[in-house]
């Protein structure tokens, strides 16, 4: 049974920083791509960050581009995302999600929320910020 297990949020000031960790079990973790979605209060779900396969290239949203840095580890079949510089808007659930495709695959495909299979998602790691 395909599980992504999400751990690390919490409650940092404007500005802090704080480190998100998935847990992936029950498929090839390293034959994907996987990616981080968050979803604010009363928002939509946003494709915030995603890593390939093999040469490990990497897309950001342009609102966290420069402060947020997506890494895997295979061996340990984890995905990291390093959240610094955080602001208020950052304060969402955050999820990792797995598309539906495996391989290598293009920033439009990882992009685009469609090709993410929802069903298999954790339950998520709440980030809250403020002071």
């Known amino acids: 049974e395909l599980q992504l297990v999400e751990s690390g949020g919490g409650l940092v000031q404007p500005g802090g920083s704080l480190r998100l960790s998935c847990v992936a079990s029950g498929f090839t973790f390293s034959s994907y791509a996987i990616s981080w979605v968050r979803q604010a209060p009363g928002k939509g779900l946003e494709l915030v960050s995603a890593?390939?396969?093999?040469?490990?290239?990497?897309y950001y949203a342009d609102s966290v581009k420069g402060r947020f840095t997506i890494s895997r580890d295979d061996a340990k079949n984890t995905l990291y995302l390093q959240l610094n510089s955080l602001k208020a808007e950052d304060a969402a659930m955050y999820y990792c999600?797995?598309?539906?495709?495996?391989?290598?695959?293009?920033?439009?495909?990882?992009?685009?929320?469609?090709?993410?299979?929802?069903?298999?998602w954790g339950q998520g790691t709440q980030v809250t910020v403020s002071s």
């Open positions: 999600a797995k598309p539906r495709d495996g391989g290598w695959l293009h920033s439009a495909y990882l992009s685009t929320l469609r090709n993410y299979d929802t069903n298999s």
């Open positions: 890593i390939n396969v093999g040469d490990s290239t990497t």
